[in-house]
């Protein structure tokens, strides 16, 4: 049995904001809209310090309570899913003119879910630009992902922090160093991040989101400091 979590980074490749909200309307059913819609009531309502305090106080109760990130993964079972508010359920994107990358959340897609290229490509096209995709599983293994529809270009590696760990690593993901990331930092500094030892594969990708320039998404309510909610 185990845990894992899907990050998603959108290339900034000079889309204008609007774009990117138009292109986000894609991935939103009508109930989602309808979701939105009555989160901006409730924020209608209430001040806006008592809304972020509201905010605050479900997150931390889900992070308390929170069961539905398990997976099935090689040997492990489904466990039944705690319900979150439908508001939460929302993708977002996180936009920041100058940013390298847009972190973005959907819980389907993140939560108890591990990655994969046809996910990221499928994302890619939506947004027509190239989306990374971090997965953690247990804390023991990072995956990676890449996906860039222009090249035709699909991409998926993993990395386990210990011998054991590597059992969970299965096809299409492979075991190397993911050289495509060279595109976006030092290869050096990005190569002794992936072959470095780690205890949790939690820090192996904070150390690559640092060297690529890029900050990630943990859920749909909390937005990187410095950056804007599209939604």
């Known amino acids: 049995m185990g845990t894992s979590m899907a990050f998603y980074l959108i290339e900034n490749r000079g889309l204008p904001r609007r774009t990117l909200q138009e292109r986000m309307d894609t991935f939103r059913p009508q109930a989602l ?10 924020k209608a309502f209430m001040s806006e310090e008592v809304f972020e305090e509201l905010q605050r106080g479900m997150r931390m109760g889900n992070a308390a309570q929170r069961q539905d990130n ?5 040997g492990t079972t489904m466990q039944e899913e705690i319900p979150k508010p439908q508001w939460q359920k929302s993708p977002v994107l996180a936009w920041r003119e100058e940013a390298r990358w847009f972190p973005f ?34 804390s023991a ?17 993993a990395k386990a922090d210990f011998e054991e760990a590597e059992e969970m690593i299965e096809a299409p993901f492979r075991g190397e160093f993911p050289s495509f990331l060279c595109t976006y930092g030092d290869e050096t500094i990005l190569r002794e991040i992936w072959e470095g030892e780690e205890v949790f594969a939690d820090d192996r990708m904070a150390k690559l989101c640092t060297a690529i320039g890029a900050r990630v998404l943990y859920d749909a309510v909390d937005m990187p400091e410095g950056y804007e909610r599209i939604e």
């Open 70 to 74: 398990i997976i099935s993964f090689p």
């Open 105 to 138: 959340f959907e819980e389907t897609l993140c939560d108890g879910y591990n990655a994969s290229s046809r996910d990221a490509e499928q994302l890619a096209k939506g947004f027509g630009v190239p989306v990374l995709a971090f997965s953690i599983f247990d």
């Open 141 to 157: 293994v990072l995956f990676v992902s890449y996906a860039d529809p222009e090249r035709k270009l699909r991409l998926d590696f």
């Open 33 to 42: 809209a309808d979701q939105r819609d009555m989160r901006e009531l409730f």
